[in-house]
């Protein structure tokens, strides 16, 4: 078998494992709300292992963890935090050509972790919608969303800053 596919399968399974523990498992309460530490993970896994293992990570790791904590999302989080990580891979890979300094590859993530941000809010508002029945009632959810998705890029960022990515390259 090859070495790349090996390392695929590995990264991805750690991955899943790792997605999984933080979004069953890691979060912050914020008072009236709490933020899902998934997406952190999801973040750092797509940009440095790329749009396969973003996928198989953010889609799997995070349906076990809704299987764990939240059943009744799970099936419909498996496609939305698939396309997330899918997407945030897809760009780290174009983008990683063109990362020539510290500032443009901090933008760089951001925007990579902003594009996967809104597939986030915007697929659960469409998955909430058609579960509530209403647009009103998936309107609640694009706030505390939005809040996880900038309290995990701050954080996913900071990771992703520590982490040397040349070293874990498929």
Do not use: H
């Amino acid at each position: 078998m090859n070495r790349n596919i090996i390392k695929k399968m590995i990264y991805s399974a750690l991955g899943i494992a790792l997605v999984t523990i933080s979004t069953a498992f890691l979060q912050l309460n914020l008072g009236s709300s709490f933020v899902c530490l998934g997406d952190v993970f999801i973040f750092v896994i797509s940009i440095i292992f790329g749009p396969v293992v973003g996928l198989l990570s953010g889609g799997f790791g995070s349906f076990f963890g809704d299987m764990i904590s939240y059943p009744p999302t799970m099936f419909y989080t498996l496609i939305i935090k698939g396309l997330e990580g899918l997407s945030v891979g897809l760009l780290a890979y174009q983008l990683r050509k063109l990362n020539t300094n510290l500032f443009t590859r901090n933008a760089f993530w951001l925007l990579e972790m902003f594009v996967g941000s809104i597939i986030m809010v915007g697929g659960y508002f469409l998955c909430k919608a058609l579960f509530y029945g209403t647009y009103e009632g998936a309107l609640v959810s694009i706030v505390p969303n939005i809040i996880q998705a900038i309290v995990c890029m701050i954080i996913a960022l900071g990771i992703l800053n520590i982490f040397p990515q040349e070293k874990f390259r498929v």
